[in-house]
């Protein structure tokens, strides 16, 4: 069972940065796709980036495309987000997640989330 235990969320002014960390056990890091995802109050939770396995594809969401950078440090078992400009409505809780074939991008095909990190940008 993989385990996740993301951390570094805070309150924030908007322009401002936040950089997110997500610990992974329960898997062979180097093997897996890594994504973060984050969930507004009363919305869906959705896709926000993702790495390949290797490091060298990532995939982002339009609406973050530009300010947030997504990085794996396999010495480290860890998956982070750069996150640059922030805005009001990049409030949320994030969650990463990992998959053994494909970058994460829908939520609906994962089962197991971890506790999540509030990130709060006031306007």
């Known amino acids: 069972q993989v385990q996740l235990v993301e951390s570094g969320g805070g309150l924030v002014q908007t322009g401002g940065s936040l950089r997110l960390s997500c610990l992974v056990s329960?898997?062979?890091?180097?093997?897996?796709?890594l994504g973060w995802f984050r969930q507004a109050s009363g919305k869906e939770r959705e896709f926000v980036a993702g790495i390949s396995v290797t490091g060298r594809s990532t995939e982002y969401a339009a609406s973050v495309k530009g300010r947030f950078t997504i990085s794996r440090d396999n010495a480290r078992n860890t998956v982070f987000l750069q996150m640059n400009s922030l805005k009001f409505e990049d409030s949320a809780v994030y969650y990463c997640n990992a998959d053994a074939f494909v970058i994460p991008v829908d939520p609906g095909a994962y089962t197991y989330w971890g506790q999540g990190t509030q990130v709060t940008v006031s306007s």
């Open positions: 329960g898997r062979t890091f180097s093997n897996v796709a």
